[in-house]
């Protein structure tokens, strides 16, 4: 017989995390278990405020009434519920049915700030290619370009990810390029999102020879994967995006055209965050996924990210809101 419960957690946040306007202090997020009599399965739901369309009590509602659905038998169509939603039972349904390979990619890419020769340490621990990540668009787009080009310049087998979150107009763009030596460009992998529309991130490209990737694009109306001068990958935030297969379909078409698909994190809790590694593993081996978010929480829930510290809440302890 099948049985459904729903958790709902509140976990502490370490102080510094701040996304876009807002500081989060904590993360609010759900937990849909599901049992078919045998095996039980978990999923979760945790819209990512600033980000997610839905707000949590709208992902609360539709995902009640999925789960309602599931237990009568009905025919389920997860994508026409809110991401957080698809993406979470997806994933319940997933594990349910065996069908998530065991094996986890949990290698991060680390990220270029301060000291040099701390991120030379951390790039000497990583198996295979030496990828690490910087932020920018924050400060002067030329201390960026000086930054980029120091790094490259003093890593001799070191490549970059660049993530501006359209962040910069086509002149600060301009700026950033000129200060990375033409022969270091192409060991940016990617910039993702350099400017404020696709349009002019694309004639930077073009313009610079540096290669970009689409993120906030990928969640824009309308987007289809394509073939696009200058564009050599996508990342995909399944709480963001939708259902599991909505997410292999788009791995699928970026890979069919030559480009990488980056799976990465809309901070999830360490429950669906070890799933997403699971899922880089299976659909994505070849890539370093974005998931290197666990150490923005003050705790962990129900599963351990490998060789992390943070004490752990059990799903026993959450609260029970639904039930059935
Ligand atoms: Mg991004």
Known sequence: MKTAKIYQYQLPMDSGVILREQRLQQRDGLVIELSDGIHTARGEVAPLPEFSQETLEQAREDLISLTQSWLNNEELDL?????????GFSMALLELEKQLPQEGNYQAAPLCSGDPDDLVVKLNEMSGKKIAKIKVGLYEPIRDGMVVNMFLELISDLSLRLDANRGWTTKKAE?????????????????????????ESLAFSKATNIAIAWDETVRDDGFTVETQEGV?????????????EKCISLIEQAHQLG??????????SS???TQLARLAAWKTPETIPGLDTIDLFKMQLDTSWPNCDLPVAQLADLEVIWEN
Do not use: W
């Not at 050599?232 to 599991?244: E, R």
């Open 79 to 87: 994508d026409s519920n809110c991401p957080s939603v698809a993406f």
């Open 232 to 244: 050599t990958a996508i990342v995909i935030k399944p709480t963001l995006v939708g259902s599991v």
């Open 175 to 199: 700026q950033f390029a000129n200060y990375v030596h033409p022969q270091f460009r192409s060991r940016i992998e990617f910039l993702e999102e350099p400017c404020t529309t696709p349009e």
């Open 259 to 268: 480009m990488q698909a980056v799976i990465s994190s809309s901070i999830e």
């Open 271 to 273: 429950l669906a965050l």
